[in-house]
C-alpha cells in the first residue's frame, strides 16, 4: 500500500554526470516537495509545487531543477552533480487542505 | 528566525519514559509537528500540534506545547526497543507550506 514512492533507492551518478530521481504518489495529492538531507543534518526543502504552480526556496541553488508532468508523479534533476550534492532526498505530497506533510522513503545519492 | 534546535542524543531503559524536547523561534508557526526516521528511511509523521492547543495525547506520545516559551516536547510513555530513532520536531512557515526541521534527536532505548 505505498502511498509515496521513490526510485531509486540508491543512486549512484559520477561527478558532474545529470541525474534525474523520480517520485510518485497515489494519495492524489496536489502538492509535492523535495528535501534534501544531507548526513546527520535536518531535511531541508528545496522547492515545492503546488498543483503546477513551481515554488523554488531562495537558496536552492541553480544546479537543481524540477519537473511536474501530472499530479502523480515529480522528478528532481540535478544538471551537474557535485560531491556536496551527495544526500539522501526525501519527496513528501500533501493536500493543499491539509497540513500534513507525507514522506517516501528517500533516494540516496552517492556522487563519485 | 527560523531555527529549531534539539538536543542530539537521548538514553531510556526500556519501560520508562522519554522525553524529546524542541526549541523553535518563529512564532508565526501554526502547526509544530514530531516526526520519526529509522536508519535509512524517510520520515514518519508521528503526531502534530496546532499552536493554539497547548497538549495533545494520542496513544503513547504526548505533545506539549508552550508557546510563550516557544518550546515543545513529546513524551513517549513505556519506551520500547522499536521506539529506537531519531526524532524531528518540524514548524510550519512560509505561508503554509514550508515545513523546517529541528536538528533531530537520536533516541537509544536500551534493555
Known amino acids: 500500500d505505498a502511498m509515496v514512492i521513490q526510485n531509486p533507492r540508491y543512486q549512484v551518478t559520477q561527478f558532474g554526470k545529470p541525474v534525474t530521481l523520480s517520485c510518485s504518489q497515489t494519495l492524489n495529492h496536489n502538492v509535492m516537495y523535495w528535501y534534501q538531507q544531507k548526513s546527520s543534518q535536518a531535511p531541508k526543502l528545496l522547492f515545492h509545487?503546488?498543483?503546477?504552480?513551481?515554488?523554488n526556496e531562495a537558496d536552492t541553488p541553480d544546479n537543481f531543477q524540477s519537473r511536474r508532468p501530472n499530479t502523480s508523479f515529480c522528478f528532481l534533476d540535478i544538471r551537474s552533480p557535485g560531491l556536496g550534492d551527495a544526500a539522501m532526498y526525501l519527496c513528501?505530497?500533501?493536500?493543499?487542505?491539509?497540513?500534513?506533510?507525507?514522506f517516501g522513503p528517500g533516494t540516496r545519492l552517492t556522487v563519485t | 528566525g527560523e531555527d529549531v534546535e534539539q538536543s542530539l542524543f537521548l538514553s531510556v531503559r526500556e519501560g520508562d519514559s522519554s522525553v524529546i524536547n524542541c526549541t523553535y523561534t518563529d512564532s508565526s508557526s501554526t502547526y509544530l509537528y514530531w516526526y520519526k526516521q529509522e536508519p535509512g528511511a524517510g520520515l514518519q509523521l508521528l503526531t502534530y500540534i496546532f499552536s493554539n492547543m497547548d497538549m495533545k495525547q494520542d496513544q503513547r506520545l504526548t505533545v506539549l506545547l508552550n508557546k510563550k516559551d516557544k518550546h515543545l516536547s513529546l513524551r513517549i510513555a513505556d519506551t520500547q526497543t522499536g521506539d529506537s530513532a531519531i526524532y524531528f520536531c518540524?514548524?510550519?512557515?512560509?505561508?503554509?507550506?514550508?515545513?523546517?526541521f529541528g536538528t533531530g534527536t537520536q533516541l537509544k532505548v536500551e534493555l
Open positions: 509545487y503546488y498543483d503546477k504552480d513551481f515554488n
Open positions: 513528501a505530497t500533501s493536500s493543499g487542505h491539509s497540513y500534513e506533510q507525507y
Open positions: 518540524a514548524e510550519l512557515t512560509g505561508g503554509g507550506n514550508k515545513l523546517t
